[in-house]
């Protein structure tokens, strides 16, 4: 009886009534949330919230809420601190960041950054793991102080190492150095393969950049 009832309403009225019930239902929790913190409406909850650095995600959580609850419901439920956060946000794009970096024991997101991804190699699927922010975040936050994105940043430093490692043994300042030197002696890839206790293919590699420099395809290459 009921559902003949409710399929021979227009579907606008439907939709109508759907929508009050749904602004009902987000004006309760709004009400909710405001009576355990103690503010006088969600608004100024979270304005304060996000002054001090909060991002929306971890006032929802804060709140007892979906962790998305205010970036979908607050421009309904408030307009007006919806685009006051908004433009706070806008104007500090760290704020959200803050205190996952100070709980890591950093006052400052490019001081964070910098060990991570600079100092200690980090890639940003591991930063990002450990902040709780998308990749996206990471790479736009480390544009937006300066700092490069280096892809597979431990696995490059990890290389870069090897390679200053054993030019240092062979005495020289580089890879390229090196081979440079032991080509104008006439030296074949094999003899520095030999020489360095590393493979042809390392050698040419790090020896000449790119792998395609003139003289690495010379009579004296082996194959």
Known sequence: MAARALAALPPG???????????????QVAKTVVGQTGYPDLGSYVLARTAGGASLTAISIEAGLHKDWLSRHLAEV??????????LYQARPDARWLPAVRELGFTDVPGYLRDRHLDQHRTVHAIAAEVGFSQHAVKA????????????????HAAMERAGTVAADLGYASIAD?????RRR??????????SSQPQSWLRRHGTGTG???????ANRDG
């Open 141 to 156: 936050a480390l544009l937006r102080h300066g700092l490069g994105h280096t892809s597979h940043a431990a696995k490059r």
């Open 212 to 218: 395609t420099r003139p003289w690495a395809a010379g």
């Open 178 to 182: 090196y081979v440079r030197a032991r």
């Open 186 to 195: 006439g030296w074949t890839w094999n003899a520095m393969a030999a020489e």
């Open 78 to 87: 408030d307009p007006a601190a919806a685009a006051a956060a908004r433009e």
């Open 13 to 27: 009225v439907i939709a109508r009534t759907n929508s009050e019930r749904a602004a009902r239902h987000r004006a």
